[in-house]
């Protein structure tokens, strides 16, 4: 049984960078699927930050600027970093895997979240 | 990349059908059969309930169903049940491996 766990400071000071981790159990990263964040301000709906997918990392076009996110196949885990961080940037932040669908052209692309982490709530303040 | 478009607010009795809209452009939900739908109660993580315009994950109930038609994607509950208020979200490949969701609709059982 695949499960997601993120992990991190839920305190952020505004322009400092925010850092959390969403550790996997139950299936390799390396291995395939996409593994991405997902954030949610409170009261607010779900909006797509990033994913990885084996070695490539899709970043939604309004954080590029600011976000980085990065494997760590040896602890089955990945990484999200977004800098320079406003109040904006308060929200539960979730972790997820994401599934994939083969194009005619042979590359992966993202379909359906089919596994969420709990989520993790940071206040940037 | 914009939001993709859903009412706020619907509802409906207990044993009726309620039918949430999501709509985009050609650029996602027209362009693609890769749009899912999401329930997420109160405190909740949210939970897939129905990927690839209208396949049901194992365990979703069959009251749950989804269509498309253009830009326009829909989500039915059929046979509404007391467990179903929660907040729905949309979500549709929009290209070039981007997600984007919808603003969500909350579902409320009269």
């Known amino acids: 049984q695949v499960q997601l766990q993120e992990s991190g400071p839920g305190l952020v000071k505004p322009s400092e960078t925010l850092s959390l981790t969403c550790s996997v159990s139950g299936y390799p990263i390396s291995s395939g699927y996409f593994w991405g964040w997902i954030r949610q301000p409170p009261g607010k709906g779900l909006e797509w930050m990033g994913t990885i997918h084996i070695t490539e990392t899709f970043y939604n076009p309004s954080l590029k600027s600011r976000i980085t996110m990065s494997p760590d196949t040896s602890k089955n885990q990945f990484s999200l970093k977004l800098s320079s961080v406003t109040a904006s940037d308060t929200a539960m932040y979730y972790c997820a895997r994401i599934n994939g669908w083969q194009g005619f052209d042979g590359r992966w692309h993202q379909d359906a979240v089919d596994i969420w982490g709990l989520g993790t709530m940071v206040t940037v303040s | 990349q914009s939001a993709l478009t859903q009412p706020p607010s619907a509802s409906g009795s207990p044993g009726q059908s309620v039918t949430i809209s999501c709509t985009g452009t050609s650029s996602d939900v027209g362009g693609y059969n890769y749009v899912s739908w999401y329930q997420q109660h109160p405190g909740k993580a949210p939970k897939l309930m129905i990927f690839e315009v209208s396949k049901r994950p194992s365990g979703v109930p069959d009251r749950f169903s989804g269509s498309k038609s253009g830009n326009a994607a829909s989500l039915t509950v059929s046979g509404l049940q007391a467990e179903d208020e929660a907040d729905y979200y949309c979500?549709?490949?929009?290209?070039?491996?981007?997600?984007?969701f919808g603003g969500g609709t909350k579902v409320t059982v009269l």
């Open positions: 979500c549709s490949y929009a290209g070039s491996n981007n997600l984007v």
